[in-house]
Nanobody, 122 residues
């Protein structure tokens, strides 16, 4: 059992920045992938970024160069630094935990946070 708690969402103007945090607890494995997914109204949930225990990352093309995923293994926490935010970034952002390292056919783990709302609007 893994629990994930997201924080840091909010309202920001286009071009602004936010940093999301996700704290994991419970039955955690040293080898794992943590990631961020998002779901906008009427849209399917999509991958935003992934990071393994060793720091290997993967980003959706739509956020490359703007978002940075990082983690603090000692704190079991993953972060998503979001810069140059656009209205199309508006979504509920979900943290995910998977006790494996991602591959080209990576599927998210079964552990999800409750989500945090990010709204980018002028």
């Amino acid at each position: 059992q893994v629990q994930l708690v997201e924080s840091g969402g909010g309202l920001v103007q286009p071009g602004g920045s936010l940093r999301l945090s996700c704290a994991a607890s419970g039955n955690l494995f040293s080898i794992n992938t943590m990631g961020w997914y998002r779901q906008a109204p009427g849209k399917q949930r999509e991958l935003v970024a992934l990071i393994t225990d060793g720091g290997m990352t993967n980003y959706a093309d739509s956020v490359k160069g703007r978002f940075t995923i990082s983690r603090d293994n000692a704190r079991n926490t993953v972060y998503l630094q979001m810069n140059s935010l656009k209205p199309e970034d508006t979504a509920v952002y979900y943290c995910n935990y998977n006790p494996s390292r991602f591959t080209s056919n990576y599927t998210p783990g079964v552990y999800w946070g409750q989500g945090t709302q990010v709204t980018v609007s002028s």
